[in-house]
């Protein structure tokens, strides 16, 4: 089955930093991969999602970006937090054309606090 | 477009109990559905799933939901609740079966009391 590394599990940053988060999936390849925010009280929202290498989709205008230098490699970015960037980011994978036969797979998250 | 709503933010039942979390969606079509449990500080886990069929599904850790049609709602229940499904919950629903995209409610905090 596919397991998803994300890594920092925290991370603190300062308004105007950069940021780069790295998802990694094992145990599948060509998944589709995504970024969802988990901002408090707010659910889940769809960042980012990509089909295959180098093909991203926004499902929402932001400041952050993202990108897929690898099969199962998913990166998420930004040149310069904001405040409102604070949330709990968590990467997900699930088999390519599964047409959701395959359930999401999500990583642990990352818990990021723009102070 | 659709859209997940999910009523209740908080809900505290106490040990033994029976749990009903609702759940209703907006879709224009047959609409493929899920329930998904976070624990604190985790990612999410799929606990069932309808995407047609049976209406009444069961799921892991005891749990089931019923599609209503007609009532546009997919209720997550459980007969007898425990300690440890002390969780949030989220319902989703499919957005586009090519891609995988799913909307999420806002999400179900359960405390569970001794």
């Known amino acids: 089955s596919q397991t998803i590394h994300q890594w920092p599990a925290t991370l603190v940053q300062p308004v105007g930093s950069p940021l780069s988060l790295e998802c990694t999936v094992e145990g599948t390849s060509n998944p589709n991969l995504y970024w969802y925010r988990q901002a408090a009280g707010r659910g889940l929202q769809l960042l980012f999602y990509?089909?295959?290498?180098?093909?991203i989709s926004s499902e929402v205008p932001q400041n952050l970006s993202a990108s897929r230098p690898q099969d199962r490699q998913f990166i998420l970015s930004s040149k310069k937090l904001l405040l409102s960037d604070s949330g709990f980011y968590l990467c997900?994978?699930?088999?390519?054309?599964?047409?959701?036969?395959?359930?999401?797979?999500f990583g642990n998250g990352t818990r990021l606090t723009v102070t | 477009a659709q859209s997940v709503t999910q009523p209740d933010i908080h809900i505290t039942v106490s040990e033994g109990a029976s749990l009903e979390l609702r759940c209703n969606y907006s879709y224009g079509a047959t609409p493929y559905l899920f329930w998904y449990v976070q624990s604190p500080g985790q990612g999410l886990q799929l606990l069932l799933k309808?995407?047609?069929?049976?209406?009444l599904v069961q799921g892991i850790k005891g749990f089931e939901a019923e599609f209503k049609r007609s009532q546009s709602s997919f209720n997550l229940r459980k007969p007898s609740v425990h300690w440890s499904d002390a969780a949030e919950y989220f319902c989703a629903v499919g957005k586009e079966s090519n891609t995988g995209k799913l909307i999420f409610g806002q999400g179900t905090t359960l405390q569970v009391k001794p």
């Open positions: 990509s089909v295959g290498i180098g093909q």
């Open positions: 997900a994978s699930t088999r390519t054309g599964s047409s959701y036969n395959s359930p999401l797979h």
């Open positions: 309808y995407f047609s069929g049976d209406t």
